[in-house]
């Protein structure tokens, strides 16, 4: 299995309506690709982890690619191989973390969401911003954090999109 975490800004201004609707788009392509994932949001810069068959996680990338509204795509850690999901609750879900309060909440007083505003990340950085931002995400929703129905993730609500 392959997980890849990239780093992508918007190139047009969306409202948060419209994001939540482009991550429900994202879900439902995931979920019959076999692709699991979690992404954040700060300042129309999104970190995104997906995860699968590299074939399909290829294609989602590519998906991703074609898709106007993101820009500036960059890699910021892959690796295969990698044992179990490590997002695999939903097919793609999404965390507003333009919020300082949801910031203090999730990651802490020492945390600014505008580190992720950085072009180059560290890898350690952004594994561990989705890993704490996804638990707390699970734990919102009280859902599972582990996969679950032979790794298809789930297709979230609007009230499973944490922040907005």
């Not at 975490?5 to 995931?30: G, H, K, M, P, W």
């Not at 997002?87 to 910031?103: H, I, P, R, Y």
């Not at 990651?107 to 180059?120: K, N, Q, R």
Request: proline residues 3%; hydrophobic residues 40%.
């Amino acid at each position: 299995m392959l997980q890849v975490v990239f780093r992508s800004q918007l190139t047009i201004l969306l409202s948060y309506l419209d994001i939540q609707q482009s991550c429900l788009e994202a879900a439902r392509s995931n979920r019959k690709a076999g692709v699991t994932g979690f992404m954040v949001e700060c300042g129309g810069v999104f970190l995104q982890s997906i995860e699968g068959q590299r074939s399909d996680v290829t294609k989602a990338l590519q998906r991703v690619h074609r898709d106007t509204r993101h820009g500036n795509i960059r890699i910021v850690y892959s690796e295969q191989g990698i044992p179990r999901r490590r997002f695999g609750a939903w097919a793609m879900n999404v965390m507003f973390l333009d919020d300082d309060s949801l910031c203090k909440t999730v990651f802490g007083s020492e945390y600014a969401c505008d580190e992720m505003l950085v072009p180059s990340m560290d890898p350690a950085f952004a594994m561990g911003v989705l890993a704490v931002a996804y638990r707390h995400a699970c734990s919102m929703t009280a859902i599972a954090p582990a996969a679950g129905g032979g790794g298809l993730g789930r297709i979230p609500r609007i009230d499973d999109m944490i922040g907005r």
